[in-house]
């Protein structure tokens, strides 16, 4: 079992900067890839980045490639998300989840925190 539990979010301006983190309870963590996906109004969750479970491999969305970073620190059982370059339609709520790969499917995510709102505005 993980426990997931996101922060970092907020209200920013266009072209400016947050960093949202995961962090995770349970001894298992480092077993499992990480996903970072979002939610907006009226709209799919999509896709954002994922780290492997040792950190050597990530994936990003080509909305977020050259402005996200995901990063893992397996000691403190963290996921960062460092996000760059926000534009309005960056605007949603930010789930991490947990699965067996770092894969962009939402269905191979076993595990889900509750979300962190991120709001950018022009």
């Known amino acids: 079992q993980v426990q997931l539990v996101e922060s970092g979010g907020g209200l920013v301006q266009v072209g400016g900067s947050l960093r949202l983190s995961c962090a995770a309870s349970g001894r298992t963590f480092s077993r499992y890839a990480m996903g970072w996906f979002r939610q907006a109004p009226g709209k799919e969750r999509e896709f954002v980045a994922a780290?492997?479970?040792?950190?050597?491999?990530?994936v990003l969305a080509d909305s977020v490639k050259d402005r996200f970073t995901i990063s893992r620190d397996n000691a403190k059982n963290t996921v960062p998300l460092e996000m760059n370059s926000l534009k309005p339609e960056d605007t949603a709520v930010y789930y991490c989840?947990?699965?067996?790969?770092?894969?962009?499917?939402?269905?191979?995510?076993?595990?889900w925190g509750q979300g962190t709102q991120v709001t950018v505005s022009s």
């Open positions: 780290i492997t479970w040792s950190g050597g491999s990530t």
């Open positions: 989840a947990a699965g067996q790969s770092a894969t962009s499917s939402k269905y191979a995510y076993d595990y």
